[in-house]
């Protein structure tokens, strides 16, 4: 896919008019026009807006850093980006604190669709049964990062951090000052883990993605 093609479907994804995003990178409707027609190629103050406006790098954005595979005679651009391999509980929590230069995994554009290329998206291998209606043991989950609890919705699947340093995968729930964290397990003995807001509770980020093998 080209440049071209690649702003304009971040916009439409968006459900965002030309005129709309072109107050955002303040630039004309016109300018936004061609640079969806291919007519003219973006500075590079105005790739850094289309980055950050629909959360994807400049390098996606260009086509860079990436890797081709040619399967079935049909190209298929990869991206690569950060992986945890079992350190992410969804039963028993684990400490991740302290790891770098972590490896990285390839995952086709795509699976990912309007994530693909995303700066804030990583890759953890999931430990434990406590999800295991939805994600068994051993999958593989994207995260994507959150800043704040309120960009999240009753009912998605975090990745959280106790105020002991450890991490777990559960569904959560906002209920008034309280933070509701949810099993979702063919096994009894996992339970609900409930905690005041103003505890020392991180959302490190939102599952927007899973891997199931049958």
Avoid at 37 to 54: A, H, M, N, Q, W
Wanted: net charge neutral; charged share 25%.
């Amino acid at each position: 896919m080209d440049v071209s093609s690649k702003l304009k479907n971040l916009r439409k994804n968006s459900k965002m008019t030309q005129l709309e995003l072109a107050k955002k990178l303040f630039v004309t409707k016109s300018a936004v026009s061609m640079y969806e027609r291919g007519e003219r190629i973006p500075s590079t103050d105005v790739l850094k807006k289309y980055s950050e406006i629909f959360d994807v790098s400049i390098d996606y954005l260009l086509g860079e850093q990436k890797d081709h595979l040619e399967p079935l005679a049909r190209a298929v651009s990869m991206y690569t980006y950060p992986y945890i391999d079992d350190y992410i509980s969804a039963g028993s929590p684990v400490n991740i604190d302290g790891m770098q230069n972590l490896p990285r995994i390839h995952i086709p554009d795509e699976i990912l669709g309007k994530f693909a290329g995303s700066k804030h998206l990583s890759f953890i291998k999931v430990n434990g049964e406590s999800m295991n209606k939805i994600i068994p043991n051993g999958s593989i989950i994207g995260v994507l990062n959150y800043n704040s609890i309120y960009d999240l919705k009753n009912g998605d699947i975090v990745v959280y951090k106790t105020k002991d340093n450890d991490f777990a995968v559960k569904y959560f729930y906002h209920i008034k000052n309280k933070l509701i964290f949810k099993p979702s397990s063919t096994l009894d003995c996992y339970y609900d883990k409930i905690f005041d807001i103003n505890e020392n509770i991180e959302i490190i980020g939102k599952v927007v993605l899973y891997s199931v093998i049958l």
